[in-house]
């Protein structure tokens, strides 16, 4: 059920999006910042990802597949 | 219309808006007579969405072939606090307060193989020491953990390399790895897919992954709760939605779903029975594992301060039981252009698995069990902090032709940073109270220090 529900989310925003602002080309020197990336420093986020993946039970968000470990 | 965007501390490009709503270059600095002009990373980043999710493997933002070289290189530190006398267990005769310490060094490289291909290589290596988590006593009421003896020590290696392919309008990605422990090994494969809309103000992305694992735990022979030479293997699914919503904000959502097949308990743990003729039993779990995880992300850029807003937030749950909630906040503060001081925090809260127990009454013995601190409920709160430093065109030299053909043009960018994490988990964090016979003794503090290195040839 909640597969379902996230699903249709997903379906809805893109909808909704298509009618979203346009920012043009030329105006995205701020979304290019290094600081405005998801995940600015890739070692420092699988680093961390990977921590966190062997001290609690949760699962990573994102597609980081990967090799697994034999954490203790 | 003629917009002057700076590139750097020391470079300016003027760029034109063409008919399609592209963007061309009126003047490019630094071009020599006989060398390839070298794009500038402003004249890039305008015509990328800015919006690539992170990929299976690949690099952080790019959706548009690289065209530079790049190598990064990190050392961490990663040191657990002792476990507290408190909540020692001393009955088994064995055992040391002396929790995990971890060195690890890691090591990418990111090269331009043709005009429309991307190759990276990943490379981990780390040495593992310290005493972990057995079984937990209940002497008089109170749980107490009993810990392995100090003689744990291993180390990991880990292999990855990926492709990424370009197209019109988004890109595909392939890739493979390889993760090798004492007792363990892993092979995994993955591929995905990104794709651009509304003039790459959207971006939609699925991938999935492979993975196929063997344990084969040490001593087994010794212990007579130690299985040897298990199996076990997982699919991963993910699909994810970004969207650019104004000139300084972005937002993405992304789905998880794992399933997990074969041998996944932890050999290395067991459980207690209570009670005259109690004993201690292996940890058990069940033999597959579904996990769902949602993920929201929101970025925006105040530009009056210079500074940076990072919010995450993940749901997560798995049909063992458990659910858990994920908050993080960043804060990326530039200054002079050259220097980022960035402060987070994260907080944590986990429920506990259907089948945790600190200890099993007298006379119970259930076919899924487990004692496991990362099985129990708890909350987690954690800080970092830390300093980057960016210096463009650091070093200038002539590349031979070889190397141009790899990405290799004639300066170095460097990016250098230090931080430190300081995290504690206690089931007084958590979201929900937790009762003083579930609350793990075992939970973990830990710090980390890391420093980093990046360069883009």
């Known amino acids: 059920m909640k597969r379902i529900n996230a699903l249709v989310l997903i379906l809805v925003i893109g909808a909704i999006s298509s009618g979203c602002v346009q920012v043009k080309p030329w105006e995205r020197d701020l979304l290019a910042r290094r600081d405005m990336g998801w995940e600015p420093d890739t070692l420092e986020a699988k680093r961390e990802a990977h921590i966190y993946f062997s001290k609690e039970a949760s699962m990573p968000g994102g597609s980081g597949g990967g090799g697994g470990c034999g954490c203790n | ?457």
């Not at chain 2, 939609?204 to 030479?229: C, E, M, N, V």
């Open chain 2, 1 to 457: 219309m003629k917009r002057v965007i700076k590139d750097s501390a020391t470079h300016d490009v003027v760029v034109e808006a063409t008919e399609d709503d592209d963007v061309r270059p009126v003047e490019l600095l630094d071009e020599a007579a006989f060398s390839l002009p070298r794009p500038s990373r402003a004249l890039t980043a305008l015509t990328t969405s800015a919006l690539a999710l992170p990929g299976i493997a690949g690099s952080a933002r790019a959706d548009a072939p690289i065209e530079r070289a790049t190598a990064d290189a990190a050392f961490s530190y990663y040191k657990e606090d002792n476990l507290s006398p408190g909540k020692f267990s001393t009955s088994g005769g064995v055992g040391s307060r002396e929790r995990y310490e971890v060195y690890t060094g890691q090591l990418r490289f990111d090269l331009p193989a043709t005009a429309r291909t991307d190759v990276g290589i990943e490379i981990l290596y780390e040495e593992m020491s310290g005493a972990s988590p057995w079984f937990v006593e209940a002497e008089s009421g109170e749980p107490l953990q009993v810990m392995s003896g100090a003689t744990i020590e291993d180390e990991r290696f880990d292999f990855l390399a990926d492709m990424d392919f370009y197209l019109d309008r988004g890109k595909d990605t392939i890739s493979a790895g390889v993760s090798k422990e004492k007792d363990y090994f892993s092979m995994n494969y993955g591929i995905g897919t990104e794709r651009n809309y509304n003039d790459k103000n959207t971006t939609l992305s699925a991938a999935g992954s492979f993975s196929y694992d063997w344990i084969d735990p040490t001593d087994a022979d010794d212990f007579s709760t130690r299985p040897s030479s298990k199996e076990k293997w997982s699919i991963d699914l993910f699909a994810g939605f970004s969207q650019i919503l104004s000139r300084a904000s972005t937002a993405s959502f992304t789905v998880n779903y794992k399933h997990s097949d074969g041998y996944l308990a932890d050999p290395y743990k067991a459980i207690r029975q209570i009670g005259p003729a109690g004993q201690v039993i292996a940890d058990r779990r069940p033999s597959g594992k579904d996990q769902v995880s949602l993920l929201a992300r929101y970025r925006h850029h105040f530009e009056a301060v210079s500074g940076s807003l990072h919010g995450d937030y993940r749901f997560y749950t798995d049909d063992w039981g458990i659910i858990s909630h994920t908050v993080d906040l960043a804060w990326y503060q530039n200054f002079f252009g050259w220097l980022t001081i960035t402060p987070s925090v994260r907080w944590y809260s986990q429920g506990k698995a259907d089948f945790y127990d600190t200890v099993l009454q007298a006379g119970s013995f259930p076919g899924d069990r487990s004692s496991d601190y990362r099985l129990s409920p708890y909350g987690a709160l954690s800080y970092r902090i830390k300093a980057e430093v960016e210096f463009a065109d650091v070093w200038n030299y002539d590349a031979p032709d070889w190397l141009q053909t790899v990405g290799v043009s004639d300066g170095l960018d460097l990016i250098a940073s230090l931080s430190y994490e300081r995290y504690f988990s206690d089931g007084d964090y958590s979201a929900v109270s937790v009762s003083e016979s579930d609350e793990a003794p075992g939970l973990v503090r830990f710090r980390v220090f890391a420093v980093s290195v990046s360069g883009r040839f």
